[in-house]
C-alpha cells in the first residue's frame, strides 16, 4: 500500500534552468495539492488539482510556476528560470476525494544555485 | 498575515509527562482543524484532527481539544515518548470543498528526553 510518492528527492538546478518535480497520489486518490515550504517557515498551499483539472491556484506565483495533473501519469510542478528564492522543499499530497483529510509524500528538496 | 500561530518554537518534556502543544487561529471561516507531525527530511505525518463542531477528538496518547470562542486548539501527548521528538504543525481547513486547502502554523519542536 504504497503512499504517495515524490521525486526527485533532491534536485539542484543553476538558476535559469526549470526543475519538474513529479508527484503520484496515493493508490485511489484522484485530487492532489502541492505546498510548499521555505527555510524556517511552515507549509504553505500552493495548488490544488484533479484528474486534468485545476480547481485552485491561488497559492501559485503568478510566473513562472505551473502544475498539472494529466489523464495519465503523475502529477507535475513546473517551475521554469529558477531563482534562488525558490529554493525549499516542495511536498505534494493526496485524497481520496475533496472532503477528506489529505496525506502528504516525503517531498522534493530544490536548491538553486 | 499569520492566520495561524504557534507561538512556541520549541518545547522540551521529559518522557512518561504530558506534551502540551498550542495553536491559534484568527479566521473564523476556518472548519477544521489538524496536527501533523514533521521529521527532518520528510513529510509531514497525519496524527489527528478535529471539527469545530467538536470541543475534543481523542485517538490513543493525543488528544486534541479545540475552544472556538478563544480560536484556540492544543494538543497533548501522554505519556510523551523520545520518538515523539519531532516538529509539530498545527492547520486549519475552511472545510467544505477546500478541506485540502491547509494553513499551516510555523511549528514546534518538541524534544522528549528519556
Known amino acids: 500500500n504504497a503512499g504517495v510518492m515524490q521525486n526527485p528527492r533532491h534536485l539542484v538546478r543553476r538558476r535559469g534552468q526549470e526543475a519538474r518535480l513529479r508527484c503520484s497520489p496515493m493508490?485511489?486518490?484522484?485530487?492532489v495539492y502541492w505546498y510548499r515550504q521555505l527555510p524556517e517557515e511552515g507549509l504553505k498551499f500552493m495548488v490544488y488539482l484533479q484528474k486534468e483539472n485545476i480547481i485552485d491556484e491561488s497559492g501559485m506565483p503568478k510566473e513562472r510556476f505551473s502544475a498539472e495533473f494529466p489523464k495519465e501519469g503523475p502529477s507535475i510542478l513546473r517551475i521554469q528560470q529558477v531563482v534562488r528564492g525558490d529554493s525549499a522543499a516542495y511536498f505534494c499530497?493526496?485524497?481520496?476525494?475533496?472532503?477528506?483529510?489529505?496525506?502528504f509524500g516525503e517531498g522534493s528538496w530544490l536548491t538553486v544555485v | 498575515d499569520q492566520q495561524v500561530k504557534q507561538n512556541s518554537p520549541s518545547l522540551s518534556v521529559q518522557e512518561g509527562r504530558i506534551s502540551i502543544l498550542n495553536c491559534d487561529y484568527t479566521?473564523?471561516?476556518?472548519?477544521?482543524f489538524l496536527w501533523y507531525k514533521k521529521y527532518p527530511a520528510e513529510g509531514p505525518t497525519f496524527l489527528i484532527s478535529i471539527s469545530s463542531i467538536k470541543d475534543k477528538n481523542e485517538d490513543g496518547r493525543f488528544t486534541v481539544f479545540l475552544n472556538k470562542s478563544a480560536k484556540h486548539l492544543s494538543l497533548h501527548i501522554v505519556p510523551s515518548q523520545p520518538g515523539d521528538s519531532a516538529v509539530y504543525f498545527c492547520?486549519?481547513?475552511?472545510?467544505?470543498?477546500?478541506?485540502?486547502?491547509?494553513?499551516f502554523g510555523q511549528g514546534t519542536i518538541l524534544t522528549v528526553h528519556p
Open positions: 493508490k485511489g486518490h484522484s485530487h
Open positions: 479566521n473564523s471561516m476556518f472548519d477544521y
Open positions: 499530497a493526496s485524497s481520496p476525494n475533496r472532503d477528506n483529510t489529505i496525506y
Open positions: 492547520a486549519a481547513s475552511p472545510g467544505g470543498t477546500s478541506y485540502g486547502k491547509l494553513t
